[in-house]
């Protein structure tokens, strides 16, 4: 079944982040802030940063970026007793992509990429090639996303943003909790007492990192237009917002702002 989906609208182990912007400890985390389950695993040899969301009122959940160690992913999955309503990549370099077919085929579940890296996802034995890894196994993707679509699960959406830049349909989320959703569709979580209400969070990709953005050497990359969606599209959200980035720490909209020097 396909998640709700309405139009409205480098590298390492997870860091802890101050309301400073600074890191402060180097760990993997489970964050259950409010009724979201968010757990991220870096996956794969480049050690690309898989996030896990579920609630824990309804056990939907999505998965992001499911770039290899499918077996991790799955063990998370049922520790939590997670349905999972989606499969979602951010862009569709091998080290994102790698896990898609696999985890697909253990959970039913759809996988979603924005249609502009289609063909990138489609060449994937030339990525492997170029990488010195076996190709691994392909699914056939149907459904896609598109600025400003958002995807539900349970009490909370994450928001595309198309970012095109490090490739052509790179796109960073924004998680969000207590989002209205469409008329006679019903959700528990948005029952949960306002005093749990969520801070929202962005998962980048590969194109916003702690004090750096992503490579635009590879086909399909443009330096002018990654700076271009970092400015028009993320730096315009709040300055507290927590960013997950594809791989290494985690850092926030402000600090970035302040500190990026590709940004200043």
């Not at 007793?81 to 989606?86: F, G, I, M, Y």
């Not at 469409?182 to 962005?202: C, M, W, Y």
Request: with cysteine; net charge neutral.
């Amino acid at each position: 079944m396909l998640p709700r989906v309405s139009s409205e609208g480098p590298h390492g182990r997870s860091r802890r982040v101050s309301s400073g912007g600074r890191a402060v400890c180097c760990y993997n985390f489970l964050s259950m802030t409010s009724n979201l389950i968010h757990e991220v695993i870096p996956v794969g040899p480049i050690q690309c940063n898989c996030s896990i969301l579920g609630d824990k009122l309804t056990r939907e959940a999505i998965v992001v970026d499911p770039g290899d160690d499918v077996d991790r992913i799955l063990e998370i999955l049922r520790r939590h007793n997670l349905k999972v309503r989606a499969i979602v990549s951010t862009h569709a370099h091998i080290d994102h992509v790698g896990g898609l077919a696999v985890l697909h085929k253990a959970t039913g579940a759809p996988v979603l990429i924005h249609k502009d890296d289609l063909d990138l996802y489609r060449n994937l034995h030339i990525q492997a090639e170029w990488m010195g890894v076996p190709t691994p196994p392909l699914t056939d993707i149907k459904d896609f996303v598109k600025e400003a679509d958002a995807l539900r699960w349970g009490g909370f959406a994450a928001r595309v943003l198309h970012t095109p830049g490090h490739t052509p349909g790179s796109i960073s989320l924004v998680v969000e909790e207590g989002v209205a959703l469409p008329a006679g569709v019903s959700g528990k979580a948005l029952e949960s007492p306002k005093s749990s209400i969520l801070q929202p969070r962005l998962l980048a990709g590969d194109t916003l990192f702690r004090g750096s953005i992503g490579r635009t050497d590879l086909w399909g990359g443009s330096y002018p237009q990654i700076l271009g969606s970092i400015r028009e599209k993320l730096l315009v959200l709040p300055d507290e917002i927590v960013v997950y980035s594809g791989h290494g720490g985690l850092t926030t909209i402000g600090f970035e702002r302040e500190n990026n020097p590709f940004l200043i």
